[in-house]
């Protein structure tokens, strides 16, 4: 009789609990399985800042959201479009974003210049920067060295133009030998079209697909990567908040796991990776210009000697230190330590972030 009663009372207490909107968990009552969309309500919300526009070679974030790697963590992972590297720093140092993708040797002077507000790269899953200066053949810019005295064009914010210095450095001209041409981003291709600029800096698989769609093909251009002269910088991390990461290392490790997941799923198989990209950007992405654009990451980013070695989002350390000093002399600000920089910890261990066996050609 005593339990009874005792039953009794404890299920009327978590009635009332639950009238005000308290979850509560009873030893007495089994819980009901919940519905899908009860349970994405107890997912917590990520929100991702890409650099850019979602491109092609984002394709590893969306298959990671498509096919619900990001869920089975918990997470429930949203994206906006991102407006160069510099803001997308700002933005997940303010909290607006969780996890953006960004430059971390732009990063150091970032860190340098807000202490309170410090962001660590905690996955490096573009093996190389593709940071460039792209000339019309037809200049007859041949040479890097030969920019001296040219007018560049890019926006503000562009990560190679914030690397100029470091790269004029590693060529062997003065970095205020050239001028520089501030333009809207959507303006940059058309501006070296019409010769209103000898030059633009950007990524090159932004610069190329772009130049491509307006009548000029790779044949017609001179490509000068960052990579190629001096400076064998890494692309693009996954970039967080260090306050985020000690308050939320679970959070970071689930996103790590996913996102690894879903580039792996995009390196077997490029073809459903860029139709998933296509399918969550839109009707206004052109599939052509993200197949090259893809393409071109797949060639130069992803699939480089070096990532069977250190794994997908992995780093050869004496590779970051080196370039982390000689970008660190060029901002004129002291050289951080590597681990102020980037933090693999956080990534699943290496045995899980191995390329696939079998990688399908993008066709």
Request: charged share 20%.
């Amino acid at each position: 009789m005593k339990q009874r009663w005792l039953k009794h009372v404890l299920l009327l207490s978590v009635a009332s609990l639950s009238l005000w909107g308290l979850e509560v968990s009873s030893p007495l009552v089994s819980q009901p399985q919940q519905s899908a969309q009860a349970q994405s309500t107890t997912r917590k919300a990520i929100k991702v800042n890409p650099s850019w526009l979602l491109q092609g070679d984002n394709a590893g974030l969306i298959m990671g959201i498509e096919k619900g790697f990001f869920a089975s963590e918990g997470l429930d992972v949203t994206w906006e479009r991102g407006f160069g590297s510099a803001d997308t720093l700002a933005k997940v140092a303010s909290g607006q974003f969780q996890f953006g993708f960004g430059d971390m040797y732009s990063m150091i002077e970032f860190n340098h210049k807000n202490p309170n507000d410090r962001l660590i790269a905690v996955a490096v899953p573009y093996n190389k920067a593709p940071f460039s200066i792209v000339t019309l053949r037809k200049s007859n810019i041949v040479s890097p060295k030969l920019l001296k005295g040219k007018k560049i064009g890019a926006p503000a914010g562009d990560a190679p133009r914030r690397l100029w210095r470091p790269f004029a450095a590693s060529i062997g001209i003065p970095a205020n030998s050239v001028e520089w041409l501030t333009m809207e981003p959507r303006l940059r291709e058309t501006f070296l079209v019409k010769g209103d600029v000898d030059a633009i800096s950007g990524f090159s698989t932004t610069i190329i697909p772009s130049l491509n769609k307006l009548g000029i093909p790779p044949k017609d251009l001179n490509v000068f990567y960052y990579t190629d002269h001096g400076l064998n910088l890494y692309g693009n991390a996954i970039i967080v908040k260090e306050s985020f990461l000690r308050q939320n290392p679970q959070v970071v490790r689930g996103f790590l796991r996913a996102y690894i997941k879903g580039q792996q799923e995009m390196l077997k198989d490029p073809n459903t990776g860029l139709e998933s990209v296509l399918k969550a950007g839109g009707a206004l992405m052109d599939k052509e210009v993200e197949k090259f654009r893809l393409r071109l990451a797949l060639q130069r980013l992803f699939l480089t000697p070096e990532v069977p070695k250190v794994g997908i989002g992995g780093v050869d350390l004496k590779r970051l230190e080196l370039t982390i000093k000689d970008v660190a002399e060029d901002f004129g600000v002291p050289t951080p330590p590597v681990n102020q920089i980037f933090n693999g910890s956080f990534m699943p261990p290496i045995s899980q972030r191995k390329l696939p066996s079998s990688l399908k050609p993008l066709i």
